[in-house]
Nanobody
């Protein structure tokens, strides 16, 4: 079993920054994918950024140049640094992990483990 716990959400004004963290515990493996997804009320859950254990990353077009995904393997922690935030970034942000992947997928169907989420609210 794998447990994922997000932290770092909050409310900021447009143009502000936030950093989300996702602490992973439990069974972990050398080959993995981890990703950040977001879901706004009434909308589908969408992939924002993902990282493979080999270092490859992938970003949604809507966040390229503004969001950066990174990891601290010693701490089993995933991060999402968000800058130049916009009101349309407002959503619940969820961390996800899978241990049988070959690519940093942004497709939620590729992930088995999920955190509870952290709310990010950006006001104009």
């Amino acid at each position: 079993q794998v447990r994922l716990v997000e932290s770092g959400g909050g409310s900021v004004q447009s143009g502000g920054s936030l950093r989300l963290s996702c602490a992973a515990s439990g069974d972990t493996y050398k080959r993995y994918c981890m990703g950040w997804f977001r879901q706004a009320p009434g909308k589908e859950r969408e992939g924002v950024a993902a990282i493979h254990s080999d270092g490859r990353t992938r970003y949604a077009d809507s966040v390229k140049g503004r969001f950066t995904i990174s990891q601290d393997n010693a701490k089993n922690t995933l991060y999402l640094q968000m800058i130049s935030l916009k009101p349309e970034d407002t959503a619940m942000y969820l961390c996800a992990a899978d241990y049988a992947c070959y690519y940093p997928y942004l497709d939620r169907a590729e992930y088995k483990y999920w955190g509870q989420g952290a709310q990010v609210t950006v006001s104009s």
